[in-house]
């Protein structure tokens, strides 16, 4: 069974950093893009940032700059560092790798 598990969320003061992990089990995910997409209450889901296959980066705009991601295909796992986390990050933030996507992990910037 396909299992993505995030972890690292929590409360932090704007300008704060956390830092994000995707454990995925059930399979191998080398050979696929992985993903990190947020919600907001009340809005639709985004993009945030991706990592393909060969390590190229994408990021959305509003958090280029601030996030990187990154991933260690040993451990099938994927990782995003957020810094400089502004009120607007506050999120469930979820890991998405092919048609999987974990149950999230909170993410709420507060002063």
């Known amino acids: 069974q396909v299992q993505l598990v995030e972890s690292g969320g929590g409360l932090v003061r704007p300008g704060g950093s956390l830092r994000l992990s995707c454990a995925a089990s059930g399979r191998t995910f080398s050979m696929y893009s992985m993903a990190w997409f947020r919600q907001a209450p009340g809005k639709e889901r985004e993009f945030v940032a991706r990592?393909?296959?060969?390590?190229?980066?994408y990021y959305a705009d509003s958090v280029k700059g601030r996030f990187t991601i990154s991933r260690d295909n040993a451990k099938n796992a994927v990782y995003l560092q957020m810094n400089s986390l502004k009120l607007e990050d506050t999120a469930v933030y979820y890991c998405?790798?092919?048609?999987?996507r974990g149950r999230g992990t909170q993410v709420t910037v507060s002063s």
């Open positions: 990592v393909t296959t060969s390590d190229t980066t």
């Open positions: 998405v790798v092919s048609s999987y």
